[in-house]
């Protein structure tokens, strides 16, 4: 079953095109590694997928979802963590995820496991966004996401602002949502250890893919 799949798929920039007709499609189940240099059009593609890009011409599909009409479809349907982490400062830990689980329509009773996985339950609990280092913001984040329970995760440099065991957490996430029949699209620069994860390596360059090998490990 295809989860992402794009034809000829150009996305803008301004009018800069920052993807400039893509092909692509993934299956339910894959861990597909997306690298290329800064500006290659990686965290467009990944936003694009998310539904938080406009589809300037050509056609996608996500999750079944047309790119073009149903974007907000999309993005209740995904886990993106991006370089934004989404998060209201003024919220706290647990109020920022009690708020995207009723936004995705998941039992808050996930949002505590959640925060216990990424080490976020205890003395972080009530603690405003604001408040939080780096690091600790991204695990929130990436409990955001667990959250959701997303069929499509979409992870844009998941190891940024870790530490060794923050990094480590985040590769189990990615080997447990993929054993659950979970597709996982992430952008790293960390490719030693992204290679491990990922069943498939696609490289974009020029807002268009140069290469794409299957089984990268």
């Known amino acids: ?11 803008l920039i301004g009018r800069f095109p920052a993807l400039a007709g893509i092909d692509l499609e993934v299956g339910e189940g894959e861990v597909v590694l997306v690298q290329g240099p800064n500006g290659a059009g990686k965290s467009t593609l990944l936003r694009l997928c998310a539904g938080l890009m406009r589809l300037e011409s050509g056609e996608g599909t996500v999750l079944g979802h047309d790119l073009a009409t149903e974007r907000p479809s999309i993005r209740r349907s995904v886990g993106l ?7 209201y400062d003024d919220l706290t830990v647990r109020e920022n995820l009690d708020f995207w ?38 695990r929130v984040a990436l409990a955001a996401v667990v959250v959701r329970r997303p069929r499509l995760w979409l992870l844009d440099e998941p190891h940024a602002g870790l ?16 054993a659950a029949g979970a597709t996982v699209l992430l952008s790293s620069h960390e490719v030693d250890r992204t290679l491990e994860l990922a ?6 360059a020029g807002g268009t893919i140069t290469g794409d090998v299957t089984d990268a490990r």
Do not use: N
């Open 163 to 178: 530490d060794p065991s923050g990094r480590d957490l985040v590769d189990q996430l990615v080997v447990d949502a993929a």
């Open 81 to 87: 963590l991006g370089h934004d982490t989404a998060l």
């Open 199 to 204: 069943t498939r390596r696609i490289t974009v």
């Open 1 to 11: 079953m295809s989860i992402i799949r794009l034809q000829a798929a150009v996305a």
């Open 101 to 138: 689980a009723r936004a995705s329509r998941v039992d808050e009773a996930a949002v505590t496991p959640a925060m216990e996985r990424l080490g976020v339950a205890d003395r972080l609990h009530d603690v405003p966004v604001a408040l939080l280092s780096a690091g600790q913001r991204r």
